[in-house]
């Protein structure tokens, strides 16, 4: 009954820009923490960044100064700005988010990701 829709993805040549956003639905109590992984061909899944619902963040080394995360609560909405792409930032991108759906219950929910191509 919860659902994570990411948009956003597409082709994009190096040193550009994307912004993906991902939309949580459904019977939500609250979000805690979201963010997002990414998975390139023939490579683990991994996380990239997150942002606690107060705002605080975390990135990973290789998208530092490069990506931004940010969410709207009222929205239920997480958004990650791709700055300074190169091609090693081709991948599929993962929403997550950590949700209660009664006061008693947590778990993630999975996007099912969006595709992020960059080209040299």
């Known amino acids: 009954q919860v659902q994570l829709v990411e948009s956003g993805g597409g082709l994009v040549q190096a040193g550009g820009s994307l912004r993906l956003s991902c939309a949580a639905s459904?019977?939500?109590?609250?979000?805690?923490?979201m963010g997002w992984y990414r998975q390139a061909p023939g490579m683990r899944r991994e996380l990239i960044t997150h942002i606690t619902s107060r705002g605080s963040t975390y990135y990973v080394d290789s998208v530092k100064g490069r990506f931004t995360i940010s969410r709207d609560n009222a929205k239920n909405t997480v958004y990650l700005q791709l700055n300074s792409l190169n091609p090693e930032d081709t991948a599929v991108y993962y929403c997550?988010?950590?949700?209660?759906?009664?006061?008693?219950?947590?778990?993630?929910?999975w996007g099912r990701g969006t595709q992020v191509t960059v080209t040299s």
């Open positions: 459904g019977s939500i109590y609250s979000i805690d923490e």
């Open positions: 997550y988010a950590d949700i209660m759906t009664n006061p008693y219950t947590n778990r993630a929910y």
